[in-house]
């Protein structure tokens, strides 16, 4: 039996301003069959980047954090071609509201990456990783 990843999704405090974000950083493409008031998507090679408001805590039988408050427990990692790929995305997101945590710098496991706390406070790296 295989399996895929058909979603990935964080909850964020407006799905709107979520997908504008990293569409307009990673030129992705949006899911529009599934947009709603409470949800928005793009798709990544296949997989749904998501994008829950704050209904989707109730829908999933989840406490609702504090104020402010989204705590960095998951992020995720964008694959870029190359070096300068990273440093181009890495001012993108800067640009489009991100604040850089770190970086761009070699990782002691060779990678060129940033990490990139986005509008919603969601960790993310900006990766390459030459295999």
């Given at each position: 039996?295989?399996v895929r990843l058909s979603f990935a999704s964080l909850l ?74 990273v440093d181009a995305l890495t001012e993108r997101a800067v ?26 406070g969601h960790v993310l790296r900006v990766n390459f990783l030459?295999?």
């Open positions: 039996m295989g964020v405090a407006d799905p709107d301003a979520s997908v504008e974000f990293y569409r307009d950083v990673f030129d992705l493409d949006e899911v529009t069959d599934l947009a709603s008031p409470h949800f928005r998507g793009l798709w990544v090679e296949g997989t749904v980047l998501g994008f829950s408001g704050p209904h989707a805590y109730e829908l999933l039988a989840l406490p609702v954090p504090p104020d402010g408050e989204t705590g960095v427990d998951t992020f995720l990692t964008f694959e870029a071609e190359d070096r300068a790929a640009a489009h509201g991100g604040t850089v945590l770190a970086g761009p710098a070699e990782t002691y496991y060779g990678a060129w990456q940033s990490v990139v706390r986005d509008p919603d030459p295999l």
